[in-house]
């Protein structure tokens, strides 16, 4: 299968666009919430959708990703929390390692039961060094995880990690601080990051305004995601989506 979401994220990268996911999280989104969400999306030229989480409690994950790819043509690309999440629906899997834990079945130990699973489901599948940063509270992530994430001052761990994660061969990197995150992570730390690795840099959990999205995407971010603030004010989305965009290929800090 033609690797059309990560091809899609490579040549934005080589291109120094930016590019936004915006994050579904499928027990808050019901069908109806669903369209408005899309429709906002569209408008705003929204790069990907992801749809998951660290716990999904409701069962209408695949009704869900059914309905977006029917309804527009935005990427959808699956941000599971465990095996269950997956469907074969969406376009593409983040295939996640939790690379900041010493958890071997975040690791390692669900890739090797669900390995079956995922193949034959037909999706891209785009391994992921996924890399939790502490928040400044437990978010859902981090407890669920049972895994310390790396703090929030300690860039050098998060750097040593994202260097052995891109030389084990993994595709993308991921920091996040957990939904709802009440700390986002510092552009410090991104800058950081994204000045000693060359695989695209995913960042998310608490960006919760345009700003802060703008001064990541300058850290040297590629593709920012935000969820939780846009249940709040989904107005919000063009707002941080202008912001993203107009970051491209502005100098990094
Ligand atoms: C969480 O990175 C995502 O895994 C997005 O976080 O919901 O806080 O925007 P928020």
Redesign the pocket.
Known sequence: MHPAVYHKITELKRQHKKSFAV?VDPDKTNLAKADELIGLCISSKVDFLFVGGSLVVSDHLEELVQHIKKECDIPVVLFPGSPSQVTPYADALLYLSLISGRNPELLIGQHVVSAPLVRKSGLEVISTGYMVIDGGAPTT?SYISNANPIPADKSEIAVCTAMAGEMLGLKLLYM?A????KTPITEQMIQAVSSQTSIPLVV????RDAEKAYRNCKAGADLI?????FEKDPQLIKEVSNAIHSSSGVPQI
């Open positions: 994050l992530v996040d957990g939904s709802g995150a998310g959990g608490g960006i995601v935000v969820g939780n603030a």
